[in-house]
């Protein structure tokens, strides 16, 4: 699926006792807004504030965009949250009003985010940062840390992101609240992120599974945002875990949810990403019907029903046309060529269109297939994936090793996390590299990767892994001058199953990193 995790950051505060504080007043309509939004009719009130920005007022007209960016952000909408964003950005600054100014900043990092480019997210929530510490807004620097958290997060970097969480609890709890939003989340969605993360580092997958599945049915009484926000994460967590049938009636909750909710025609794919998760649920648990009509569901109905009616249309007229006189034969035949040739046509059309569909629906599940396979930050495989195809190819003639960025945590201190995200993708790239031909690798987490060697007559294991180290060693760094390194502990042999071969390296890891790191161990391999 999956986009990043589809969580939807939104809060309700007041500027700081000790600042001079945000204006009180609300658009006209507010009060029409919050029932259209209590009816989960987000259509007509998105069509309300859009009307509202032709008010001359520009405290109003800034208000009304904070409004809208929150219902773009809900629905998704990237485009039209990037195009506000910066119409809220350009408007403060021409105002003078840093507050709604940072606020912009926060939707721009936001889509970016949600497009996956850390970079350039980083950017905008890194000048919200500034705004926020120079003017004492605990908001922003809330939003900071929040940000920070999703992204570790993301790449399953818990230890990091729950140290990130507690960081932004501890601002946001800090931060007073401003009634110009129409949902105040922000506080409850970093706890529910807090909590599942938690859990994640602390405890078993049993107490796991038990934790983040109450998570989720404790929202169940919550407002629109906040109830999908709990259901979705829990659910996508646990089918993470594998739990596939605790999963399922949080994701049918959450579905139900979203199909009672009246978005017109605004744009949202939050139904399509949330489909794919309950298809995926549903697949998992053998329901393999549900998957199926889940997935192809509206595949081809927008078209297909239009032509169906058009040719069943010239079908009457065809047969009306058969029992007519036998007068005016010739102009009857006549006619009766240019309607087989309308039909031809359009059943040449119909054709091409179920090919154009079919195409485009398989492009989309390989590209689903492919991101579900693949780590986001590396493009190797992910954990799950690596395990799925070691286990169905083990044999004694392939080798497991586990490669550990050495001192990892002092370059993250030290340089930051986004030199640190570039530091895991160079030396993937390399792993990637010297794996070719021999073997595959994929991403076991943080700064962890799993190899998979070919041990044949022609593939030494050691001498490989050994390539490997030597390469990431010799890598070079713009930001600092020494070589960063890699620790490996090495498998010739495989066992029986993965658990039981991680196992053995792990060890062998650990047992490297204690002797001084920069090196490869082994006890079954021929050096």
């Known amino acids: 699926m999956i986009k990043k995790i589809v969580i939807s950051i939104l809060l309700i505060f007041f500027i700081s006792s000790n600042l001079s504080p945000v ?28 009307d509202s920005l032709n008010e001359s007022d ?28 910066l119409d809220l950005v350009d408007s403060s600054i021409q105002n003078n009003d840093s507050y709604n100014e940072m606020i912009g900043y926060y939707y721009l990092g936001s889509v970016y985010y949600t497009l996956y480019e850390d970079t350039k997210a980083f950017e905008y929530f890194e000048k919200m940062l500034v705004i926020a510490s120079s003017k004492g807004y605990e908001l922003g620097k809330g939003f900071y840390h929040t940000f920070s958290g999703l992204i570790s997060y993301s790449y399953e970097e818990y230890d990091l992101a729950l140290d990130s969480f507690i960081i932004a609890k501890s601002h946001l709890e800090k931060a007073p609240l401003d009634y110009d939003w129409i949902f105040g989340d922000f506080l409850e969605d970093n706890e529910i992120m807090l909590s599942i993360t938690e859990s994640l580092v602390h405890d078993t997958t ?20 906040l109830k999908l926000n709990a259901l979705w994460e829990s659910s996508f967590v646990l089918n993470k875990l594998g739990a596939y049938e605790k999963s399922v009636p949080l994701l049918e909750e959450a579905y ?176 990637d590299h010297t794996m070719t031909g021999v073997g595959y690798a994929g991403r076991y987490g943080g700064e962890e990767f799993l190899v998979v060697i070919q041990n044949t007559e022609k593939t030494n294991p050691w001498d490989i892994a050994e390539a490997l180290r030597l390469n990431v060693e010799s890598i070079s760094w713009s930001f600092k001058s020494d070589p960063i390194t890699v620790s490996i502990g090495l498998l010739c042999h495989s066992k029986s199953n993965f658990d039981e071969g991680f196992k053995t390296v792990d060890d062998l890891l650990y047992a490297a990193k204690e002797s001084g790191k920069n090196m490869t161990l082994s006890t079954d391999c021929k050096i």
């Open 23 to 50: 204006s009180a007043t609300t658009i006209s309509d507010s009060d029409t807004i919050n029932t259209l939004i209590d009816d989960k009719n987000f259509e007509e009130a998105y069509k309300i504030l859009i």
């Open 58 to 85: 520009n405290d109003q007209k800034l208000k009304s965009l904070r409004m809208i960016l929150e219902i773009d952000n809900l629905l998704g909408d990237t485009d039209q949250m990037l195009l506000h964003g």
């Open 206 to 225: 049993e107490v796991q599974i038990q934790t983040i599945e109450s998570i989720g049915s404790s929202y169940m009484e919550a407002n629109w945002n």
């Open 256 to 431: 139900e949810h979203l199909q009672s909710t009246n978005f017109g025609d605004l744009y949202t794919n939050l139904k399509e990403y949330l489909k794919y998760d309950l298809a995926y649920a549903y697949y998992n648990t053998g329901e393999y019907q549900k998957s199926s009509e889940l997935v192809l569901e509206d595949a081809y109905d927008f078209d297909m029903k239009e032509e169906v009616n058009r040719s069943e249309l010239i079908n009457e007229k065809l047969r009306a046309l058969e029992n007519r006189s036998m007068e005016a034969e010739s102009n009857r035949q006549m006619r009766i060529i240019g309607i087989v040739s309308a039909i031809a046509i359009l059943l040449i059309l119909l054709i091409l269109i179920i090919i154009k569909e079919y195409f485009k629906v398989k492009a989309l599940t390989k590209e689903v297939y492919e991101k579900s396979i693949k780590d986001g930050l590396t493009g190797l495989y992910n954990r799950m994936a690596l395990v799925d195809r070691y286990e169905s190819e083990i044999s004694s003639r392939t080798a497991l090793a586990i490669v550990d960025i050495d001192d990892f945590k002092e370059i993250n201190d030290t340089f930051g996390h986004l030199i640190g995200d570039e530091v895991i993708r160079k030396v993937a790239q390399v792993i």
